[in-house]
């Protein structure tokens, strides 16, 4: 997020707007596979399925809300989009192009790792092509994040957000945990 006056929003309390979330299922789809708009992944074991149609969580690890929405903290996972979360994917609400961090929000969200704090985004950390399965490359963009507490008084951690963006076939991958994995499952994907 390019927020200037970060500390000046959040000493404002200002209200948190974002983009609802496809609903979640209300179960958990064991460890296996996930097909997605065509792309099938596989996925090694532990890792769980929860999601909708648009938009799909995989968690990795530990997560005390599986079912939650996309910005809820402690929850190491992943989410693949489709194109009604690419409309609304970038910060206020316009549509994600891979210019800017995946950010369906209009304010401060929380850190993915403290519900205490509130994040920000700086530049990209990398950029390029990634390979998705065989034929699909991904426009790939890794950005730096911080955390700050909701004061803007002290920084409470960093974090990076990878995201992989499959503009033809409308599939955005956001991993804000850096699963050493995750990129070697894409790098296997299959299509149909």
Known sequence: MRKLAFAAAVLAGATLFTVPQAASASTAQASGTLTFRGMTLKLPSGW???GGA???KVVTGRCAKPHSAYFTPNCEA???FG?????YGRELFSAYRGDQPYYPATDVQRCPFDAKSGQTFG???ASGLRQVGRGHKAAFKGWRGECYSYNGSKRTGTFHQREWFLPTSKILVVDVWDNPRLASVLAAATWS
């Open 83 to 87: 194109p009604k979360q690419i409309k």
């Open 78 to 80: 992943f989410w693949v």
């Open 54 to 56: 648009d938009g799909v």
């Open 48 to 50: 769980r399925v929860y």
């Open 123 to 125: 530049n990209a950390y």
